[in-house]
């Protein structure tokens, strides 16, 4: 648009005279706007190259609680230092509930157990996570040499827990095993073991903090381990933090051991750089 087209568009002069060099006071307000308009759409643009550089912009991602506790603190702290215009919000819950905030989108990311075949999710698997039997130092079980069988658990009471989920039913592994007793905390659930209310299966990931009080056995059961990935929605792109988010998370796999006691977690197939 001319400024002769504009000025038939607005009904009055932008300039005293036709040689045009003195504005109307209606031309200064008009150059004023024009000017914070200019400088409005420079910010707009160069925040949309930062959000799609993944300098800013924000992520949500729902975590189980060993993964959260044991694996997103370096990851997350490492990303507010290296990309501070971001904003990241975490949730620790168990698989099932994190599977439900990845579908309905309330969070982009999940890192967890691996999805129903039949949901609308996509699944890429990160490392094994063994489970252990996790008992006070003075239970029966406690001074094992081996690998526990499940014939072994029988006759010991177990408190069940939404980890082992999926599996086998680990927790009822016999006609004298069925639990009595079930918390979704692991906290809650560590606490009930030291009281005396039985054993409990956890993954090693998440018996890695575990005190003096408490041992953790291992288990002689090739079933008895739980896959962790990440999961997001099968037909969603992910967004350029996001992007940056999984390419950290997989730098930490791949360059530390993840599962305690010194055994290194075992890789899947891996997705590669992600952006």
């Not at 729902?62 to 603190?73: D, R």
């Not at 063994?130 to 081996?146: E, G, I, S, W």
């Not at 408190?159 to 006609?175: A, M, Q, R, V, W």
């Not at 075992?266 to 952006?275: D, F, K, S």
Request: charged share 25%.
């Amino acid at each position: 648009m001319t400024l002769k087209q504009l000025e038939s568009e607005l009904g009055a002069p932008l300039f005293e005279t036709d040689r045009k060099h003195t504005l109307t006071v209606l031309g200064h307000e008009v150059r004023k706007l024009a000017r914070d308009l200019l400088r409005e759409h420079d910010r707009t643009t160069e925040r949309i190259a930062a959000i799609a550089a993944g300098r800013e912009g924000a992520l949500r991602i729902a975590a189980v609680p060993s993964v959260a506790a044991q694996l997103l603190p370096p990851v997350l702290t490492e990303m507010l230092e290296v990309h501070s215009g971001i904003q990241i919000e975490l949730l620790d819950t168990d698989s099932t509930s994190m599977h439900a905030l990845v579908e309905t989108g309330e969070v982009e990311l999940g890192i967890g157990g691996e999805p129903h075949a039949r949901s609308d999710l996509r699944f890429i698997p990160l490392f094994h996570d063994p489970f252990r039997l996790v008992c006070r130092k003075d239970h029966p079980l406690a001074c094992a040499a081996t690998p526990l069988k499940r014939a072994d658990l029988k006759e010991h009471q177990l408190i069940s827990n939404k980890s082992t989920t999926g599996f086998y039913d680990l927790e009822h592994s016999g006609p004298h095993q069925a639990s009595t007793l079930s918390a979704r905390n692991v906290i809650s659930l560590l606490a009930l073991v030291r009281a005396g209310a039985g054993a409990t299966i956890l993954p090693a990931l998440a018996t890695r903090t575990i005190d003096g009080d408490l041992r953790a056995l291992a288990l002689d059961d090739p079933a008895a381990r739980r896959t962790v990935g990440f999961v997001l929605r099968r037909n969603g792109n992910p967004s350029p933090i996001c992007a940056a988010f999984q390419n950290r998370f997989l730098d930490l796999i791949r360059s530390t051991e993840i599962a305690p006691s010194g055994e290194v977690a075992q890789p899947l197939i891996w997705p590669g750089r992600l952006a």
